[in-house]
């Protein structure tokens, strides 16, 4: 699949939720208002904070509202979707009635003549050895099968416990080094390189790291340029500064857009 376009938005790692109303309010906003002005639009990954099977979507009346406001845009411009680490068990049912497209983890775009590699992130976090073990049992389709098959609450249950643990590790890790942590949890120079250099690129956008910034990197002789997407939060405004920023390429380059501000 050849994708090209004259413009386009990028925006990651909403962890849409009830739990955060403002968020999602945000997002409907952007899916009406904001999204429908470019020729396409790129969800990399981690829309929704966990995603148990397309099936339990139906009981969520949440998660009816945001794929109504999908469909909606869908109606209106191009509109992709890749897999994170928090909903890759979105399945063709949740596609095919939002009008999404699914990308594959990594995939090539051209926006306004310019080639950009596109991934969720969680993949070039390749120093965190244990989450990319449990990344690569959790892809098997013969696993997810398994999954589906118990019941949604065991579901839920055994979503709730894989964030709480995450959390925990996360939060033991800045105990432990918070200098050692920050490294684990960031993706590497070689990941970067490595999936650059398959797709011959030179501009690697993706999130998932939760740290917005436009990096100029290289290694070796090998260059390039990585844009990294803001997760959002409009909802914990104690822990950390409200954030909801998406990545807008036009015929006049790269810039981040403040969705708070706009």
């Known amino acids: 699949m050849s994708l090209q376009f004259a413009s386009a938005l990028f925006i990651s790692d ?3 939720t009830p739990s955060m109303p403002l968020t999602a309010q ?3 906003d952007f899916c009406e208002k904001d999204a429908p002005k470019v020729d396409a639009v790129f969800i990399l990954g981690d829309l929704f904070e966990y995603w148990v099977g397309d099936d339990a979507s139906s009981q969520s ?7 109504r406001a999908l469909a909606n845009l869908a ?3 191009k509109t992709f979707y890749m897999h994170g680490n928090r909903d ?5 049912d949740f596609l095919k009635k939002t009008g999404m497209t699914l990308l594959a983890d990594p995939t090539v775009v051209e926006i306004s003549g310019e080639k950009y590699v596109l991934c969720h992130g969680d993949s070039l976090c390749t120093a965190d050895v244990g989450y990319q073990v449990f990344r690569t049992w959790v892809r098997k389709s013969w696993v997810q099968k398994l999954f589906f098959q118990l019941p949604v609450s065991w579901r839920r249950a055994i979503a709730n416990h894989l964030r709480s643990n995450s959390h925990a590790q996360y939060q033991r890790g800045i105990r432990n080094s918070y200098a050692q942590n920050q490294i684990k949890t960031n993706v590497t120079l070689e990941a970067c390189g490595a999936i650059l250099r398959a797709h011959s690129g030179s501009n690697l956008i993706h999130g998932h790291t939760h740290l917005p910034n436009h990096h100029h990197e290289h290694l070796g002789e090998q260059r390039w340029q990585r844009w990294v997407l803001s997760d959002w939060d409009l909802d914990h405004p104690e822990s950390t500064s409200p954030r909801s920023n998406a990545l807008l ?4 380059g790269v810039r981040t857009l403040d969705l708070i501000k706009t």
């Open 14 to 16: 909403l962890h849409l």
């Open 26 to 28: 945000r997002f409907f």
């Open 61 to 67: 009346p949440f998660q009816q509202e945001v794929k």
């Open 75 to 77: 109606n209106k411009t």
């Open 88 to 92: 890759f068990l979105i399945g063709s």
């Open 249 to 252: 390429i036009n015929n006049q």
